[in-house]
């Protein structure tokens, strides 16, 4: 069952800065924590990594996060795409 076109965004980080979101399948889900299930990392526009991971547990994705590999900027926007990589595990 494909349930990615059913997930909704239910919330988002505490800072209320950084582009992070939890998921849910509908607007009264509660807020649920994930394993890491995709691990990335792209470029800020100042140069700087950003990680972008995707958590969620066996039935769905949970979040959509976004951090400061290297701590040198608040994270406040998405990665150019082009610029994305797999993060080395």
Do not use: H
């Not at 998921?23 to 649920?32: C, F």
């Not at 800020?44 to 590999?69: A, D, H, R, Y």
């Amino acid at each position: 069952m494909n349930i990615l076109p059913d997930l909704v965004v239910i919330g988002r980080c505490g800072c209320g800065k950084c582009p992070t979101i939890q998921l849910g399948l509908n607007y009264e889900s509660d807020i649920l924590d994930g394993r890491t299930l995709i691990d990335y990392c792209g470029l800020s526009q100042k140069g700087n990594i950003i990680g972008v991971s995707v958590l969620g547990n066996e039935k769905q994705p949970t979040e959509l996060e976004f951090w400061s590999v290297d701590g040198l900027e608040e994270i406040t926007e998405i990665p150019a795409i082009e610029t994305l990589k797999p993060m080395n595990t």
